[in-house]
């Protein structure tokens, strides 16, 4: 399968500031990219698309003045959060679409637990 | 929208033994169907997934079948080892749509 990092894997920060989250697709061009927030023992929750050269889609409730999304390259997309506050702690997994072959397949990344203080 | 339901929400085997994990979704147009696994504190690993065109695929110990006339799927693990307990989640989507519907997971606990 493909292969899709995250850095960093774990952030702590303090209330106020900003956090930036790397998303790269390493072996394949991802057009699409999503960003997901999980909280402990339940689902994921899709907040955005993020799509190449375009401004991205975000989900019903979710802040995008908040959560700035920036997908500047082909493997590479980034999540902002601004302005962090301890109910912004959470586990962010983001997502690459691998189109090769047409098969649409979604890749994780390995997640980043940010905790605010 | 697309709604998935996954059951049960936890499922104790012994070792050797197999796990069923069933998923039902409401929008017959869905063609599409994967599964991951995700260990604590990590990403999700998509393990297998069907396209609405088969009615089941195998991939060593994991194997999925679908029924598109009960709009349901499941995931079958034979010979559980204790390297299997993990939650796995299923999901749904039309080809084509960005987006995954998923379903809440399950817990899968291996006893050795």
């Known amino acids: 399968g493909a292969v899709v990092s995250q850095h960093p894997s774990r952030v702590i920060c303090k209330s106020g500031t900003s956090v930036k989250i790397e998303c790269r697709s390493l072996d394949f061009q991802a057009t699409t990219m999503f960003w997901y927030r999980q909280f402990p023992k339940q689902s994921l929750m899709l907040m955005a698309t993020s799509n190449e050269g375009s401004k991205a889609t975000y989900e019903q409730g979710v802040e995008k003045d908040k959560f700035l999304i920036n997908h500047a390259s082909l493997t590479l997309s980034t999540l902002t959060v601004t302005s962090a506050h301890p109910e912004d702690s959470s586990f962010y997994i983001c997502?690459?679409?691998?189109?090769?072959?047409?098969?649409?397949?979604?890749?994780f990344g390995p997640g980043t637990r940010l905790l605010v203080l | 929208g697309e709604n998935v339901e996954q059951h049960p929400s936890t499922l104790s085997v012994q070792e050797g033994d197999s796990a069923v994990i069933k998923c039902t979704y409401s929008?017959?147009?869905?063609?599409?169907f994967p599964w991951y696994k995700q260990e604590l504190g990590k990403g999700p690993q998509l393990i297998i997934d069907?396209?609405?065109?088969?009615g089941e695929k195998k991939d060593q110990r994991i194997a999925v079948t679908l029924n598109k006339t009960a709009k349901h799927f499941s995931l079958h693990i034979t010979e559980t080892q204790p390297e299997d307990s993990a939650v796995y989640f299923c999901?749904?989507?039309?080809?084509?749509?960005?987006?995954?519907?998923f379903g809440k997971g399950n817990q899968v606990v291996v006893i050795p």
């Open positions: 929008d017959s147009a869905s063609n599409y």
């Open positions: 069907i396209r609405s065109n088969v």
């Open positions: 997502s690459a679409r691998d189109l090769r072959g047409g098969a649409e397949t979604q890749y």
């Open positions: 999901a749904a989507t039309l080809r084509g749509n960005n987006r995954l519907a």
